[in-house]
């Protein structure tokens, strides 16, 4: 069964670093677009970046550009998100997401915080 588990989220000061990683199974990830998504509380779960199969092509919210960046690695089935230049409205749970032919696909999500 396809499975993304989500990890990297913690605690984090302002203008401090995180990298969040989503780990993918039960698919063939190569051939997948990945996306990172977040929610925080009391608001609606926003996209974050987009990365296409091969990682040529990227987006990002406007709220982000500049500050994270999407990566993969299709040698380990494993999508990142790097975020630096923290600022407290980044805290929110992320989500890693797919959509395959047999649905839409979400991780467990994993908790960043941005606080000093």
């Known amino acids: 069964q396809v499975q993304l588990v989500e990890s990297g989220g913690g605690l984090v000061q302002p203008g401090g670093s995180l990298r969040l990683s989503c780990a993918a199974s039960?698919?063939?990830?190569?051939?997948?677009n990945m996306w990172w998504y977040r929610q925080a509380p009391g608001k609606e779960r926003e996209l974050v970046a987009?990365?296409?199969?091969?990682?040529?092509?990227?987006n990002y919210a406007a709220s982000v550009k500049g500050r994270f960046i999407i990566s993969r690695d299709n040698t380990k089935n494993t999508v990142y998100l790097e975020m630096n230049s923290l600022k407290s409205e980044d805290t929110a749970v992320y989500y890693c997401?797919?959509?395959?032919?047999?649905?839409?696909?979400w991780g467990q999500g994993t908790q960043v915080t941005v606080s000093s």
């Open positions: 997401n797919t959509r395959l032919i047999t649905g839409n696909y």
């Open positions: 039960g698919f063939t990830f190569s051939t997948a």
């Open positions: 987009f990365i296409s199969t091969t990682g040529v092509i990227t």
